[in-house]
């Protein structure tokens, strides 16, 4: 009978333990342009109304390395629910331009994007022991999220996404 004591088990246990926190630093990849943003949003519904319209826009960071300098392609990408279809569809993107500097960050803001929608209600008619409802289905465009993606050339060198199910849709 073998007896182990601490300092042998985590000896043979080093190699396993050292290959495990290698595998995932090399299939995670790396891009050159760490990219950051902030949503902004502001409320303006209508007065009477259950109609919802919201205003988004983005705030982009970009720090580049130094290697990566010079103009780079942005394109914001926003995502709504269709309401009337129940459908994820790219409601609006544009494109920017950014120039990177080495050591310092590019900040960016991405132009307004407008989602209006009703939300599922009831509409009465009648009134006291008569009175009835009718369900009204829901309508219009409401936000789901947001995307960019960053290149130099047809070279994409920074992305990021709000949802990584959006990173699947524009890769499609």
Known sequence: MKIYTLSQN???????????FCIPLVAQAVTPIR?????????????????????????????????????????????ADDLGTDKLV???SHSLTAVLE????????S??????FTPQHSVKSGSGRR????NVEAVGSRYHGWGIQVYRGDELVGEAFSLPSIKKLLKQ
Do not use: M, W, Y
């Open 131 to 134: 009175a009835k409802f009718k």
């Open 90 to 92: 790219a409601l609006k």
């Open 111 to 116: 132009p307004v994007v407008t989602f209006n």
């Open 10 to 20: 985590i000896r043979s246990f080093l190699p396993l333990l050292a290959l495990g």
């Open 102 to 109: 080495a050591g310092k960050s590019t900040r960016l803001t």
């Open 35 to 79: 990219v950051t943003a902030t949503v902004k949003t502001e409320h303006a519904d209508p007065k009477g109304s259950i109609d919802e319209v919201v205003k988004k826009n983005l705030e982009i960071e970009l720090r580049g390395s130094n290697t990566l300098q010079g103009e780079v392609k942005v394109t914001c990408t926003f995502f």
